[in-house]
């Protein structure tokens, strides 16, 4: 099945800086890939999706790009915000599941 | 619009014991899922259903059973407890293939 492997699993910035989280798959039919943020107790929330036919999609301070012929994709955060705290999740689909990422945490110091 | 709905919140089991916990979506989705989340170890698939009457096996499905009798109810059992099966279950739901999970708020389940 596919294997999702997501770097780095901590990451500390401080407030305004950018934040980058990295995701490689194995499974080169996998053409649907989203990317959920998790609050402490909290479920996971979609906060952008990407699908194999786009190579970059930007949804104001988030963006995600992928590149099928490494098979990674990665997400992106400008300009961090305190509430930008939270585990962040990456996942790839293929037919009718989704396989995730371990998570990265993500702590943005004020 | 509730969304997904999954009860129990919270529950302390026995080992050996059995459960069932209850997934509702009003959303119409015909993929639903559950699954487990472990510290440090993401969110791995137990069981799935891509449509009233079906399911199918994820990547950690012994010791669970599932259930689509109705489209918008997804129900998971667990046969007999074991400690090792304590995790918080995340039950989700999605229009199609190419569409972003929406989840519920989760079960923490502690087997002693």
């Known amino acids: 099945g596919e294997n999702v492997e997501q770097h780095p699993s901590t990451l500390s910035v401080q407030e305004g800086d950018s934040a980058v989280i990295k995701c490689t798959y194995s499974?080169?039919?996998?053409?649907?890939f989203p990317w959920y943020k998790q609050e402490l107790g909290k479920r996971p929330q979609l906060i952008i999706d990407?699908?194999?036919?786009?190579g970059e999609k930007k949804d104001q301070r988030i963006a995600v790009t992928l590149n099928k012929t490494a098979k990674h994709f990665s997400l992106h955060i400008t300009e961090t915000q305190p509430e930008d705290s939270a585990v962040y999740f990456c996942?790839?689909?293929?037919?009718?599941?989704?396989?995730f990422g371990a998570g990265t945490r993500l702590t943005v110091k004020p | 619009n509730a969304g997904v709905t999954q009860t129990p919140k919270f529950r302390v089991l026995k080992t050996g014991q059995s459960m069932t916990l209850l997934c509702a979506q009003d959303?119409?989705?015909?993929?639903m899922y559950w699954y487990r989340q472990d510290p440090g170890m993401g969110l791995r698939l137990i069981h799935y259903s891509v449509g009233e009457g079906t399911t199918a096996k994820g990547e950690v499905p012994d010791g669970y059973n599932v259930s689509r009798l109705k489209k918008q109810n997804f129900l998971l059992g667990l046969e007999s407890a074991a400690p090792s099966q304590t995790s918080v279950y995340f039950c989700?739901?999605?229009?199609?293939?190419?569409?972003?999970?929406?989840f519920g708020s989760g079960t923490r389940l502690t087997v002693v």
């Open positions: 996942a790839a689909s293929k037919g009718n599941d989704m396989r």
């Open positions: 990407i699908r194999s036919n786009v």
């Open positions: 989700a739901s999605r229009m199609d293939r190419v569409h972003g999970y929406t």
């Open positions: 499974d080169s039919a996998s053409n649907y």
């Open positions: 959303m119409n989705h015909e993929y």
